[in-house]
């Protein structure tokens, strides 16, 4: 007869198992921070250096010279390491661009897509940072043609025949609109609006290219627009009768307007009002 036999699991003591789990513990935290001290080092091998940089987009403002010398030196890192969110705010950093977008391409490149600024108005109204308790600060800056105000070498647009918008700190995408609608609005005169001025306190006035000042006081952009287009369709019988051009016009009476017209002599100019029909 066989001898009867069993087994018998050992259990170690918890003192024992506690020390072989924290063992293992950290040799798998070793382990991981090697791993991540190898990828680092090899992240930061040469070969993966940003090797050239492919620029796509409108470039019609910027050539390949002024991008080097504005936004490269601004760039930090490498195919890696090199953070897109700042490699963005480096080009958006150069003159005329708008915005920006940075991709990685393997293994070295960067590709950028650059979005710059169009001009639609010299700006000159209050800027960013002005005290409220002081004289207005004033800088001359551009509007793009989505009404942001931004900064630029006013050189590049001496001879883009461009209106000068000038007003409360952020009203400039307004302004833009008004401009264009009053600008459509005068056309019929054969003349233009060369510049805009919105007050502090909401009166507007234009200024027409052949010099003529026409205030064109407070309310909503429909009812300045309809005084103006008022004044447009009438104007031209006061002219026509002095033979004089305008000089400047005032359309912020209830019952009609007045105007001055050059040339005809008095202390202070002639006044002329005219009844609204």
Known sequence: MRAATSTHDIQLPPDVRLMNGVSALLFTLIAVALLALLMSWVARLPVFGLRAIKVDGEVSRNSVASLRANALPRLQGNFFTMNLAAGRE???AVPWVRHAVVQRVWP???VVSLEE????ALWEGKVEGANADSEATEESLLVNTQGEVFQANLGDVEDEKLPVLSGPQGTAPHMLSLWRRVNEAVAPLEDSVERLDLSGRGSWRIKMERGAVVELG???DDEVLQRLTQFVRTVTQITSQYQRPL?????RHADGYAVQLRGVSTTT???VPVKKR
């Open 90 to 92: 480096a080009f958006e």
């Open 247 to 251: 000089l400047s016009a005032d359309l």
């Open 269 to 271: 100019g002639p006044v």
């Open 218 to 220: 407070r309310g909503s």
């Open 117 to 120: 600024h169009h001009a639609a």
């Open 108 to 110: 070295n490149r960067l």
